[in-house]
C-alpha cells in the first residue's frame, strides 16, 4: 500500500485517489469557482507541480456537483487541431455513453480526410457543436502539445466561441510564451496557477501517504519531487531531499547558469546540449549550455552518456545528475557512460 500511495502518477478522481489530494493555494478553488462561471481557464504550473491531479479533482467535483456533462481529454496523442477536437468528441460521447459515430455525415471516414485540411476540422466542429448544443458540456484538455493549442486556441479561437463548450487547459509555465502569443491570449478568460507546496501543503501531502506526521520544513517545489524525495527514504524524507538541495547550492557557487541548468535537471532528469527546447527555456546558445555543463561535470555534479538514438550522425551527450534521481531509467536507447576523466 505504501509503494502505490508514493507513486509518482497524478491523481484520478476516483474515490482512493480523492482521499489523496490535497489543494495548493487556491488553485483548486479559483478553477472551480471559475468553470462554474462557464469561463475559459488556463491551468498552469512547473513540470510535476500537479496540473493533471488538479484536472482530475475538478472533474470529481462536477461530476459531483454540477448536472452538465464534463469530459477530460487526454490530448497528448493529438497531432492537429481535428485529431483534438475529435479527442473532445469522443470523451464527451464516452461521458454521455454515446457510440463514436464511425463515419461523418457525408459518407467518408474522418481519418480518410487529408490531416489538418479545413474540410476536416470544419467537420470536427460542426459534429462537436452539434453534440454540445443540448447541454453545454465542459472539456479538461490535458497535455496538448504547446505549438497546437496556439493553433487551436488562437487561430481557430473564433468557430470554438461559436460551441457551447468550456475549455480549461493544461500548460505547463515554459510554454505560456507559445500557448499565449496572439490571439490565443484572448481566448482564455482566466488562467489559474499552480503554486508550489507551502510547508504545511507538503506535510499533509505527505501524512496522507504515508499515514503518519512527516516534517518538512523545507519542501521541495513540486509534488513530484516531494514524492521522489520521499521515495528515497520513506522514514525521513526531508534527509533525502536534502541531497536535492546540496546539489542545487553547488550549482548556484558555480554561478546562475548552472544554477538554471541544475533546475532543469531537476525537471526533466537529463540534458543535451543539442536539445533545442532546452536552450529556449535556459536562454543560451549549444555552446554556452555544453559549456556549462562541462563545468558542472568537472565538479562531480553531472555524469553523461552519449545516446544514440538508432538513425545516422553523432550521439548526443547527455548528462544527468552524478547522484541517482528516483525516476529515472533506461529508455531504450543504446548508450555509452561517461565517468570523470575521460570528457572529450
Not at 493555494?25 to 481557464?41: K, Q, W
Not at 463548450?165 to 507559445?178: G, K, N, R, W
Request: with cysteine; hydrophobic share 40%.
Amino acid at each position: 500500500m505504501t509503494r502505490f500511495r508514493l507513486s509518482a502518477r497524478p491523481l484520478l478522481d476516483s474515490e482512493t485517489d480523492a482521499s489523496l489530494f490535497v489543494p495548493l493555494g487556491h488553485s483548486f478553488d479559483e478553477l472551480a469557482s471559475a468553470t462554474d462561471r462557464g469561463y475559459t481557464v488556463l491551468v498552469h504550473g512547473a513540470r510535476g507541480s500537479g496540473r493533471t491531479t488538479l484536472l482530475r479533482a475538478l472533474l470529481r467535483h462536477r461530476r459531483r456537483h454540477d448536472g452538465a456533462p464534463t469530459a477530460f481529454v487526454q490530448a497528448s496523442r493529438a497531432r492537429t487541431p481535428s485529431e483534438t477536437l475529435r479527442l473532445c468528441r469522443e470523451a464527451l460521447l464516452d461521458v454521455l455513453g454515446t457510440r463514436v459515430p464511425d463515419h461523418s455525415p457525408d459518407g467518408p471516414t474522418l481519418e480518410a480526410l487529408p490531416s489538418g485540411t479545413p474540410r476536416s476540422v470544419s467537420s470536427e466542429l460542426a459534429a462537436l457543436a452539434e453534440l454540445c448544443a443540448p447541454a453545454r458540456a465542459t472539456f479538461l484538455v490535458d497535455n496538448l502539445d504547446a505549438h497546437l493549442a496556439h493553433r487551436l486556441f488562437g487561430i481557430g479561437r473564433d468557430d470554438l466561441w461559436e460551441v457551447a463548450a468550456t475549455f480549461v487547459v493544461s500548460a505547463l509555465d515554459e510554454d505560456l510564451p507559445i500557448v499565449l502569443a496572439p490571439p490565443a491570449d484572448a481566448f482564455f478568460e482566466a488562467r489559474v496557477v499552480v503554486p508550489p507546496p507551502t510547508r504545511s501543503e507538503a506535510e499533509e501531502i505527505l501524512a496522507r501517504r504515508l499515514g503518519r506526521k512527516v516534517e518538512m520544513p523545507d519542501p521541495p517545489p513540486t509534488p513530484r519531487a516531494l514524492l521522489d524525495a520521499a521515495r528515497r527514504d520513506p522514514e525521513d524524507p526531508a534527509s533525502a531531499d536534502a541531497e536535492r538541495l546540496r546539489r542545487l547550492d553547488e550549482a548556484a557557487a558555480l554561478g546562475t547558469s548552472a544554477l538554471e541548468v541544475a533546475r532543469l535537471l531537476d525537471d526533466v532528469g537529463s540534458v543535451s546540449a543539442a536539445d533545442a527546447e532546452a536552450r529556449d527555456r535556459l536562454g543560451v546558445s549549444a555552446a554556452r549550455l555544453s559549456q556549462v555543463l562541462a563545468q558542472m561535470y568537472d565538479e562531480n555534479l553531472v555524469t553523461y552518456e552519449d545516446v544514440r538514438g538508432g538513425g545516422p550522425g553523432r550521439p548526443r551527450r547527455r548528462y544527468r545528475w552524478a547522484t541517482p534521481v528516483v525516476g529515472d531509467g533506461d529508455d531504450g536507447e543504446a548508450t555509452t557512460t561517461g565517468m570523470k576523466g575521460d570528457r572529450r
